[in-house]
Structures are given as structure tokens and as C-alpha cells.
């Protein structure tokens, strides 16, 4: 289960992450973070960044150490990592690494009431996605390709990831439309049956009353 942080925002590791190199104002942080591509891996609003930095200092993750002003520039103030945020950056790693949550794609929503379309609108929107999922692995790795001639593998783990994802879900897409295609899908002839008549297979629709009724 996800431990109860004092600046919950995913946001916030990223800034832990970048100011353990050293320190940084947020404006430096924002640079560190496009540079390093943290903004594909969480969700970063950046209008909220200064009020994320400005948290994490409240509660003691990090603290100020200069503050200065150049020309007719705002004033900047450099922030460093304390002991305790340290140590939250590393406990956080831990949890997101070992801690498994319950997330809900908008795909897998989609999924579970995709028996409203007929097979056939299914089997040409999934075919649509493989198409779109095969882009995406084409270009994560020639990302991952780009960045390896520079980049230790280390800090491209996240790439690998994504692209293995990627893959996965296109192979399970194909196996499903590969079943729709060959009729062998467990349920389909009730599928079909809702679409040509209208009306509910007197099986499925015995199953909805049970679960109601429990």
C-alpha cells in the first residue's frame, strides 16, 4: 500500500531527483527535467513547479541556500536536498519499484464495455490501436537508439520498459482480434446475437438478474 507522503505529487520526486545532483533553482530544475525527458516518465504540470519546490522545502526535503538576482531578472533562490529528503527520495524509489497498485488504463475501460459495439466496429477500432501501438514501439526505439550512443543503459531503463509494454499489449490486441476473427472467442455467438436482434441472450441476461439479486 502507497505510504501517506507530505508532498504526494509525483512531481515532487522528479525535483528530488534532479536537485541530488546538485543545487539548482526551480528554473534550472524545469531545464534539468526536459533535458532528462522526467516529463514523459510522471506527470509534470510545469505552472505548478514552483509551488511543488516551494512544499517540499516546507516540510524539510529541501532547503534554501542562496538567493540572488541578475540584472533585471526575478530574484532566484537555489535550493539543495536535506538528509530528509534524502531519505524520501530513496524510500519513495522503493515503494514505486516493489509496491504494486491498482491503476485503470482508459483501455481497460474501454474493454469492459466494448460488447456495446459489434464484433466486427471491435475488431476494426483494436486494429486501428495495434497500428498505433506499433508506431509508438518504432519510436520509443529509435529514441532509445539515439540516447544509447550517449546515455549509460541505466538511465534508459524507463525506455526499455515502455517499449516491452508496448509490445505486450500490441501482442495481446492481435491474439484478441485473431479469436474474434476465427470465432473461437468464448461468448461471441451472444456477442453477435445482441447486435442482430437487439436483444439479450436469455443466458446472459439469467446471469445480470443473479448478480443483482446477491
Known amino acids: 500500500m502507497a505510504k501517506k507522503r507530505a ?13 541530488v545532483v546538485r543545487d539548482l533553482h526551480p528554473y534550472e530544475m524545469a531545464g534539468v527535467l526536459r533535458g532528462w525527458g522526467k516529463d514523459q ?5 510545469w505552472g505548478s513547479l514552483y509551488t511543488v519546490v516551494r512544499n517540499l522545502a516546507k516540510h524539510g526535503l529541501l ?8 540584472g533585471r531578472r ?3 533562490t537555489v535550493y539543495r536536498i536535506t538528509p530528509a529528503g534524502r531519505a524520501e527520495l530513496a524510500d519513495w524509489t522503493r515503494e514505486l519499484l516493489s509496491a504494486v497498485e491498482h491503476e485503470t488504463p482508459r483501455f481497460r475501460a474501454g474493454l469492459s464495455v ?11 477500432l483494436l486494429q486501428q490501436r495495434v497500428a498505433e ?3 509508438a514501439i518504432a519510436a520509443a526505439s529509435e529514441q532509445l537508439a539515439a540516447y544509447a550512443e550517449e546515455v549509460p543503459r541505466l538511465f534508459l531503463i524507463e525506455i526499455e520498459y515502455d517499449i516491452a ?9 492481435e491474439s484478441l482480434i485473431a479469436e474474434v476473427a476465427g470465432g473461437t472467442l468464448p461468448g461471441l455467438e451472444q456477442w453477435r446475437y445482441f447486435h ?11 446471469t445480470a438478474r443473479k448478480s443483482v439479486e446477491k
Open 7 to 19: 508532498v504526494s505529487n509525483l512531481m515532487a520526486l522528479a525535483v528530488l531527483s534532479t536537485v
Open 41 to 45: 516518465d510522471v506527470p509534470i504540470k
Open 63 to 70: 532547503e534554501e541556500v542562496a538567493s540572488g538576482r541578475e
Open 74 to 76: 526575478p530574484e532566484r
Open 114 to 124: 466494448m460488447s456495446v459495439l459489434e464484433p466486427g466496429e471491435v475488431t476494426t
Open 133 to 135: 501501438v506499433s508506431a
Open 165 to 173: 509494454m508496448l509490445r505486450a499489449e500490441a501482442a495481446w490486441m
Open 196 to 206: 442482430e436482434t437487439g436483444r439479450v441472450p436469455d443466458d446472459l441476461a439469467e
